[in-house]
């Protein structure tokens, strides 16, 4: 979680949507003291992020005091909009209207739609600003929130011509206030680049998965950690992915147009797997994909490094992975990335660990000498 400091958004912030980004909003803002109000369509998850600490309840407080009274003492200076995508736009729309003294922001993972229907309807646009956190976890619903969520995590701020330099600064404030590295993009950059580095990998994901839907138990029973790699997020919502892909549909479709160019090709090779040139073709295919991954950022930003990776078999018992890392502390090596995969049907785990090539060999002695098992 962000560390206490004073804060850059003063409050009080109004987070319209307790779901899991709203109420980690709400409780990243909270622990550095900003006074917040949640607002959720529903009583429950607005109840159950209040109770959180993610803020006060905005419709108890209603209750108690009074709309009219309510609204005169919320008084929002900046009001984070955290609706699902098909109702964000009218939900900013209604927010500059009933808010005439705040900034809105929202932080819907669809930009360029929202801001066109905002801007059709008319309100004040110069206090309307889309932003993304690129954040988020498999679980959803405020018991899964975590002030802590967008910690180091890119959130892309969208400005457009007519936005006020005042309401700029109060979404770069919540987003530096909350932990996050700001980029700025227009909406339509924002939307091409979600659409390739996440719409496209769900939808290649659920594709994926939908093959198992028939296969035998006997055949999934020797999925190995690949499957499980390039299936993990196909069991997202479908409720909310329907809404995303529809708001950001012809960026998607232009990136799997090149998809499916590349499957027409791969299955025109595979057609004829001994042709002339159909393995340079497959190798073609496979390098293409080696330079794509190569390309992804390390852990600290910038280019990737070239990192060694060891596996070292665990007994599936409490406490070993922990004792694992707690000697790979103590012979002094960095673990760069760690993966676990467990064996089917066997008493024993498997963890990967990556570290710099100058210790890789180092850490391999150390461990064998310590009584662990190396299986590569």
Known sequence: ???RQTA??????LII???LLGASVGLGLAVQGVRTWVSDISPTTEAVA?????GRSLARFVREEGEAAARERVDPQLIVVATPPDVAAATVIRCLREYPGASVVDIASVKAPILAEVEASGADVSRYLGTHPMSGRE??????????LFTSRPWVICEHDAVAPETVRLAHGLATDL???VTYLDVEEHDAAVAL???VPQVMSSLLASRLRETPLEALGLAGQGLRDTTRIAGSEPGLWVQILSANARPVVETLYGVRADLDRLIG???????DGARLDIAQLMSEGNAGVARIPGKHGGAPKAFSELTILVDDTPGQIARLLTEIGEIGVNIEDLRMEHSPGQPVGMVEVAVVPTAHDRLVDELDARGWKIVK
Request: glycine fraction near 18%; avoid cysteine; charge should be negative.
């Open 179 to 181: 932990g996050s590295i």
């Open 17 to 19: 949507g307790a779901g």
């Open 197 to 199: 580095v996440s719409h």
């Open 50 to 54: 209040a109770d959180i600490g993610a």
């Open 139 to 148: 679980k959803s619903g405020p018991v899964a929130a975590r002030g802590e």
């Open 1 to 3: 979680m962000p560390a």
């Open 8 to 13: 850059t958004v003063s409050g009080p912030v």
């Open 269 to 275: 090779t595979l057609e004829a797997p001994t042709a």
